[in-house]
């Protein structure tokens, strides 16, 4: 399994990124996929997962309005679209693979996050 994030960087706030995870070593079609980050001194936290088919998604509250995910399984790649970003949105950002096919969970620990991450860091 192999999952590499990219699209990351140092942006001000208001301003927008997107984020890619691309996947390889297994059927990603398969398989839910989610985001989590973790922010310099804290533990990671939920952003969002979505079903392998992407007809069902879960957000942490922070995030709905303003992330949106979503995937596109002939090119294997999981994205992560945030905007009107905040301070408080800089963070490494992460990208997991559930843990059973087929299944959709919105539990940090159903998911194995095999990525390095890509550092978004929002300030003026």
């Known amino acids: 399994v192999q999952l590499v994030e990219s699209g990351g960087g140092l942006v001000e706030p208001g301003g927008s990124l997107r984020l890619s995870c691309a996947a390889s070593?297994?059927?990603?079609?398969?398989?839910?996929m989610s985001w989590v980050r973790r922010a310099p001194g804290k533990g990671q936290e939920w952003v969002a997962g979505i079903r392998r088919n992407g007809d069902d998604i879960d957000y942490a509250k922070f995030a709905e309005g303003r992330f949106t995910i979503s995937r596109d399984n002939a090119k294997n790649i999981l994205y992560l679209q945030i905007d009107s970003l905040k301070p408080e949105d800089t963070a490494v950002y992460y990208c997991?693979?559930?843990?059973?096919?087929?299944?959709?969970?919105?539990?940090?620990?159903?998911?194995?996050?095999w990525g390095q991450g890509t550092r978004v860091t929002v300030s003026s």
């Open positions: 997991g693979k559930a843990n059973v096919q087929f299944m959709h969970s919105s539990a940090i620990s159903h998911y194995t996050y």
């Open positions: 070593g297994f059927n990603f079609g398969s398989y839910s």
